[in-house]
């Protein structure tokens, strides 16, 4: 049971990790961040920030300037970018047993679902015009 938990909150803190990557990104660019959505399903908020119970997906809501292909790259492929470094820290510092790898593997499908061409994901968004949510 302990091992099940410790797999949810990794996968909470590879959302939070992809998420902070969006906001970083958002913060150097000096756009105003409206809000950060952290898991998705029913949760509770704190200000700008919100927690979903499912520890999958999230987003940023985000000043938009009608984005140029640079700035684009930036603001959509910093949370991908931070989930990967995520992902080869957790690898590389785990005891390669069966929870630590199950983990990792959490860890590499959320990147991967953000760079599939699905609606809403950060590959899809990074395409389109006058997308203003990560």
């Not at 959302?15 to 950060?36: L, N, P, Y």
């Not at 860890?107 to 990074?126: E, H, K, W």
Request: proline share 3%; net charge positive; with cysteine.
């Amino acid at each position: 049971m302990v091992d099940l938990l410790t797999l949810y909150f990794v996968g909470l803190l590879g959302a939070a990790v992809h998420e902070t990557g969006h906001v970083v990104a958002c913060w150097a660019s000096g756009r105003w961040i409206r809000g950060v959505r952290i898991g998705s399903g029913v949760g509770f908020g704190l200000g700008k920030l919100r927690f979903g119970l499912i520890p999958w997906g999230g987003g940023v809501t985000f000043e938009s300037r009608g984005e140029s292909v640079p700035n684009r790259l930036l603001l959509y492929g910093s949370g991908p970018v931070a989930s990967a470094v995520f992902a080869v820290v957790l690898m590389l510092g785990s005891s390669l047993s069966y929870w630590s790898i199950a983990a990792s593997i959490l860890v590499v499908l959320q990147l991967a679902m953000s760079l599939l061409p699905t609606a809403g994901s950060d590959f899809a968004n990074m395409r389109k015009r006058d997308e203003h949510e990560l």
